[in-house]
């Protein structure tokens, strides 16, 4: 009887032993790292931030408040002294094969010429990204380390993240990908943000968390305290901005990418806009409150939802600048109006929608042109990577920057407001009219989903 509690207990501690080492081996570990050790004597709260963008020249816009999309990153290069860590979905910058149609394509190859040569420099250019491309393999060639995410097997959905980390000290965030047509033919926007060490080794931790992830089929069930969230939605950065106070903080997608004290990308949103006072603008690729299966499709009201309740609640004013390209799903019609017949009959109710369409196809089809991702209210920004489309929040990796001003002068939403209204106010935007479709994606009776399959669509007055 002895010796067989004795094998029993024996069992026990084995097993115990077993799942103890699986945890270990599950987790994302890293390394301690001197530059993520902050106090007051590296931490700097009076930090430099600059709105950058790329206006296709053949676009009449006049960069308003914002600094060229190019300048900036080359700004940080010229900066650079010992690291350079890039997250992009994917690389396209040697433009070689198009610079007779489009003479800014050049801007591509210059950048990369640039990013090739910081090894010589005694700069280490670290890269993380989901699709292999001859570029990264140039790169990794002239000593850049480059790793690749399985997001397929990670997440089921896609790397959507578009970030760099200079030094721990200087960062970029924004819409554009590491794409020659991003640097010229494509409307794009970021903020870089200079000299704020605490912010950029915060994101630095993202890019550990991405560049840990190599080679793993899964998502691991414990994360490294090194991968923690420095700040939140309830634990800001506070720093000087322009002298006025302000606080930041970073955020990430999807949900199981989330470390300890990690805001959600659809968590920082909310805050956005439950903090906005007086007005919410918006300006994105697409608009879609939906999350599509190649098996079904439903609803999904997280962010449409707190618009509605913004609207009818809080009697805020509310403007959204969508793109009007081939890919734009019928259905986001359907949901704007939605939104705007809230207002009816309603006091102190606005919501107005505008689709941005400055350039077609000889066949007359409109052309793929506006990648503006973020939210401007009077007191806040929120400037990310993922559109607003259901799946992209649940299944794809992105991360946000949320900037608030709770003084009066509220420098940087008052410099984005100005670009949203520039865009707004020029002839290139066009106002959504009532059952009148806007001429983007209804050439066809099927459209292709944001899941790679072609769904039935249903005509614009179908009942959500």
Known sequence: ?????????????VCCFAVLVALIFSAVDVLGEDDDILNDDNCSDICQVVLVENIPEDISISHEGT?????????????????????????????????SRFPQAKQGRL??????????????????????????????????????????ALTK?????????????????????MDWRSLSTLKELGIVVYECRCLAVDLHRIFNLYWQLEYKEFVPT??????????????????????????????????????KDRTTDTEAIFRVIQDAKRFICISMTDYLPLLSSTSHTKYWSRIDGMLREALVLKNLQIRLLISCREQTHPL????????????????NCSMEARFFSPR????????????????????SVYIGNLDWVGNEFVYNAGAGLVVSE?????????????????????PYAKPLQPNKIPTCSWSTAGVKGHTGHTEDTAGPNASL
């Open 1 to 13: 009887m002895k010796s067989q509690q004795k094998c029993i207990v024996i069992f026990a501690l």
């Open 67 to 99: 600094t060229s999309l190019t300048a900036g990153l080359h700004s940080l290069l010229d900066l650079a002294q010992k690291s350079v860590e890039i997250v992009s979905p994917w690389w396209d910058l040697n433009s070689t094969e198009q610079d």
């Open 111 to 152: 950048l990369l010429h640039r990013l090739l040569g910081l090894k010589a420099q005694h700069v280490q250019l670290k890269i993380a990204s989901s699709t292999a491309s001859p570029e990264l393999d140039l790169l990794s060639h002239y000593g850049a380390d480059v790793r690749y995410l399985n997001m397929t």
């Open 157 to 177: 959905g896609l790397l959507h993240s578009s970030f760099w980390v200079v030094d721990r000290k200087h960062v970029y965030i924004g819409s554009a990908a």
């Open 222 to 259: 414990i994360w490294s305290k090194r991968l923690s969230a420095l700040y939140s939605k309830e634990e800001h950065f506070s720093f000087h901005l322009n002298g006025s106070l302000a606080r930041a903080y970073f955020s990430s997608s999807p949900n199981i990418f989330r470390p």
């Open 332 to 347: 986001t019609f359907n949901f704007l109006w939605s939104l705007q017949n809230l207002c009816i009959q309603i006091s």
């Open 360 to 379: 077609v196809r000889d066949d007359g089809s409109p052309q793929d042109v506006h990648h503006h991702r973020y939210v401007v209210t009077d007191n």
């Open 406 to 426: 709770p003084g009066r002068s509220s420098t940087l939403s008052g410099r984005l407001r100005a670009v949203f209204d520039r865009d707004w106010r020029s």
